[in-house]
């Protein structure tokens, strides 16, 4: 997914958290888990090394807007919290 928008609070927090938009352009080109919230959001995550530590970035979108638009990002240590495994 290339083709996104990203809202003034999810910038706002990128900015705020630290997470650089490569960082984000990666989840959304591949994220290794991508699953809905509820009715036309997903989360993308993925697992990454920063700074010698894993964290998990995970990507709220509107995937129902076009372009779809990145509603906020974050990023967690608390990987198994939020990591969903295969059923």
């Not at 991508?34 to 920063?50: D, K, L, N, T």
């Not at 010698?52 to 509107?62: C, P």
């Not at 807007?65 to 495994?85: G, L, M, N």
């Amino acid at each position: 997914m290339m083709d996104y928008v990203i809202t003034a609070h999810a910038a706002f927090e990128m900015q705020r958290r630290g997470i650089a938009e490569a960082d984000l352009e990666q989840v959304l080109r591949a994220p290794e888990q991508r699953f809905p919230v509820r009715a036309g959001r997903e989360v993308f995550q993925s697992r990454m090394r920063i700074s010698g530590t894993e964290y998990l970035v995970r990507v709220f979108v509107d995937v129902e807007r076009q372009p779809v638009e990145v509603v906020t990002v974050y990023r967690t240590s608390k990987v198994s919290k939020y990591w969903r495994d295969a059923p």
